[in-house]
């Protein structure tokens, strides 16, 4: 079966645009990750979303960024008025119900 | 909440050698540790995981060792070859994964010699 994807595959945006990035889970996933991944770091937890609801969004970096899932499948992560620092890839893993995540290719985002 | 601090940054062996990387946890609730392994502009992809009803697993080459008193986890890779070079990350949940998430380490770039 499928994996989980992600689009697109790489970004490049403006410092001061917004960018919206989209995660596929795997099919029948009920739990979603987002990630960030900094050049050379580790993996730095942004959200959790337990079928379309997200119990705690303490982990987003700023107020600029928004996470939301729709139908209980696909969800986006939308980072408004992009700054340099938020160049990173970003990564989205889903789980079965159990603590093992599968990961996503990753969207590499650059703010110029 | 979880911090997971993990060791060495980088660790270059000979090619047939052992490589070992250890990671300690903070959280003694966290129930599960999985080892991730990252190629160069690749996915992070699990390699072995372990619970912590478990002492120790061991799949071919790689084993992982747990021990809950002391908060500590290591990966064990036997007999490297040239396609074990890559970032591992180490990782620690609360049990059923849940809000938290994972916690991962900062990875550590392990470089096999030839």
């Known amino acids: 079966g499928a994996g989980v994807s992600q689009s697109p595959s790489n970004k490049v945006t403006e410092k001061g645009k917004d960018v919206e990035l989209r995660c596929d889970p795997i099919?029948?996933?009920?739990?979603l990750y987002w990630y960030r991944q900094s050049l050379g770091q580790g993996l730095e937890f942004l959200i959790y979303f337990q079928g379309n609801s997200a119990p705690d969004k303490s982990g987003l970096p700023s107020d600029r960024f928004s996470a939301e899932r729709t139908g209980g499948s696909v969800s986006t992560l939308t980072i408004q008025r992009t700054q340099q620092e938020d160049s990173a890839v970003y990564l989205c893993?889903?789980?079965?119900?159990?603590?093992?995540?599968?990961f996503g290719p990753g969207t590499r985002l650059l703010v110029l | 909440g979880e911090n997971v601090e993990q060791h060495p940054s980088t660790l270059s062996v000979q090619e047939g050698d052992s490589a070992v990387i250890k990671c300690t946890y903070s959280d003694s609730a966290s129930n599960y540790f999985p080892w991730y392994k990252q190629e160069l502009g690749k996915r992070p992809q699990l390699i072995i995981d372990i619970r912590s009803n478990v002492g120790e697993k061991k799949d071919q080459r790689i084993a992982v060792t747990l021990n809950k008193t002391a908060k500590h986890f290591s990966l064990h890779i036997t007999e490297t070859q040239p396609e074990d070079s890559a970032v591992y990350f180490c990782?620690?949940?609360?049990?059923?994964?849940?809000?938290?998430?994972?916690?991962f380490g900062k990875g550590t770039h392990l470089i096999i010699q030839p």
């Open positions: 990782a620690a949940s609360l049990p059923g994964g849940g809000a938290d998430g994972l916690t």
């Open positions: 893993a889903s789980s079965g119900g159990g603590e093992t995540q599968y």
């Open positions: 099919s029948g996933h009920t739990a």
